[in-house]
C-alpha cells in the first residue's frame, strides 16, 4: 500500500489524536509523520492546542456569585429560602 | 452538614433531575451548582464578556427550572443545560455589536498547502512543557483567536476541547450530526494551531 501524502495525512490528524484510527491506516499515518517534520510538529501542536485552548479559557464564575444566583432564581421561580 | 444537598453529593445527574422533575427544588439547587461554572465559562467564551456571561448563566437556570417538564431521560442533563446555554449565548450575542468574524471559506482545512509552506522552518514550542509556554499574554491570544471563530465553530470547540464533551455529547448537544461536529472541531484547532504558530514564529 502507498505510503500517505501530507495532506491525506493531515486529514487523518482529529482521528488519530482521538485513537480512532483503524490499524492499517494508523501504521501509515505514524510512518509519514516519523519521516516528514513538518506534519510531525503539526500533529504536535494540533494535540497540544486542546490542553492550551482549555488552560487559556479555565474560569470561574466569580465568588459570591453563587448564592447570588440561587437567590435571584428563588426570587424568579417563587420558591421561598428554607429556614 | 451546612447544605442539605450535601447528602446528594452521591447522586447522579440524572437521579437529581428526576428529583427536580418531581418538585424537589433543592435538587434542582444541586444541579445549578454542579453546572453554574461550566455554563459561565461556556457563556464567557462565547460573549467575552463578564457581565453577558452572569446573564446567560441566570437565564439558562431560569429556562431550565421553567421547561424542566420537557427533558426526556434519553438525553444526558449536562447536554441539556449545554443546548439551553448555548442558544442563550447566541441569542445574547445577537443582540451585540461584534467584531467581525472570520468566514466559513477562511477556515483553513488540512489540505491547504499554504499552511505548510508558510510553516518551514518548524518551531520547537510543541514539544515545550504547558506551564511553560502559557503565559498571561499567550492566553490572550488564544482567547482573541477562539473569539475570531465563527459562532457554530467556536461552540463545538468550548464545548469539546474547554468542557471536555465527547463528540456524541457534543453532537447531541447541539443537534448536530457526528461527522459535522468532528469537520468543525478539525478546522478550529487548525486554525488555533496555526494562530499559535505564528504567536511563537514571531516572538
Known sequence: MPGLSCSEALDELLDYVEGALEPSLKRLFVEHVHDCRVCE??????????????????????????????????????????P | MERAEAAQAGTTDLQLMQAAQAGDYTAFEELVRRFHDRVYRLAFGMTKSEQDAEEVVQDTFLNAFRSLQSFRHDSAPGSWIFRIAANGALMKLRTKRRKPLLSIDDMPSATDDKRKRAIWPV?????????????????????????????????????????????????????????????????????????????????
Open chain 1, 41 to 82: 510538529h503539526i500533529l504536535e501542536s494540533y494535540a497540544k492546542t486542546q490542553t492550551l485552548c482549555r488552560r487559556a479559557l479555565k474560569r470561574e464564575l466569580p465568588a459570591g456569585l453563587t448564592e447570588h444566583l440561587l437567590a435571584v432564581l428563588r426570587e424568579k421561580t417563587s420558591v421561598r429560602p428554607r
Open chain 2, 123 to 203: 518551531g520547537e514550542w510543541s514539544r515545550q512543557p504547558d506551564e511553560k509556554l502559557l503565559s498571561r499574554e499567550l492566553a490572550g491570544h488564544i482567547e482573541d483567536a477562539i473569539e475570531r471563530l465563527p459562532e457554530k465553530y467556536r461552540l463545538v470547540l468550548l464545548l469539546r476541547d474547554v468542557e471536555g464533551l465527547n463528540n456524541e455529547q457534543v453532537a447531541e448537544t447541539l443537534g448536530l450530526t457526528l461527522p459535522t461536529v468532528k469537520a468543525r472541531l478539525h478546522r478550529s484547532r487548525l486554525f488555533i494551531r496555526d494562530e499559535l504558530d505564528r504567536y511563537f514564529g514571531g516572538k
